[in-house]
């Protein structure tokens, strides 16, 4: 990064870092966070500091840095709702195995709605959740191109989107 000679490489990226990790404040703020380079013996001025926050190369990592966060974010939200999908997939199967237990043990003594409903939850829960979680883990491990692409081929085969152009 070619922003100073006066400070060393290491330092700046040192700077950018600490500026990163601390929500990008200003070149005020930034400045009282910042210590003194062991090669130049100094801090930078607070212009020295705006100058890099301006700079295109800052602005560049930045912008880097943000899509590797909004993708590990997104990796882990897609991840913890598959555990949560599978989870729920597990607790229906288990009302289901409960609820024909029940039906076995108390055939005579319980309603038969109450059965059926029991059932009926039991198969609809495991239904609604035992897709979704291969589904997410598979658009996790797409790139944002093929995420892009499945997107807009969901929208081309929705039915609401047939209605729309109608």
Do not use: C
């Amino acid at each position: 990064m070619n922003l100073s000679t006066r400070f060393s490489p290491g330092y700046i990226d040192s700077v950018f870092s600490l500026w990163y990790s601390q929500g990008k404040p200003k070149a005020a703020t930034l400045v009282h966070m910042v210590s003194v380079d062991p090669i130049a013996e100094s801090k930078p001025a607070v212009t020295t500091l705006h100058t890099w926050l301006g700079h295109d190369e800052w602005k560049a990592r930045t912008e880097a840095w943000d899509h590797e966060i909004t993708k590990s974010v997104r990796n882990k939200s897609l991840a913890a709702t598959v555990a949560m999908m599978e989870r729920h997939a597990k607790i229906g199967k288990e009302m289901q195995d409960i609820a024909i237990d029940w039906i076995r043990e108390n055939r005579y003594d319980l309603g038969p709605g109450t059965a059926v409903r029991l059932l009926v939850e039991g198969i609809a829960m495991e239904q609604e959740t035992a897709s979704i979680p291969d589904m997410l883990n598979k658009l996790r491990k797409m790139d944002d191109e093929k995420l892009l692409n499945e997107i807009a081929q969901a929208q081309a085969d929705s039915p609401s989107q047939v209605h729309a152009n109608n």
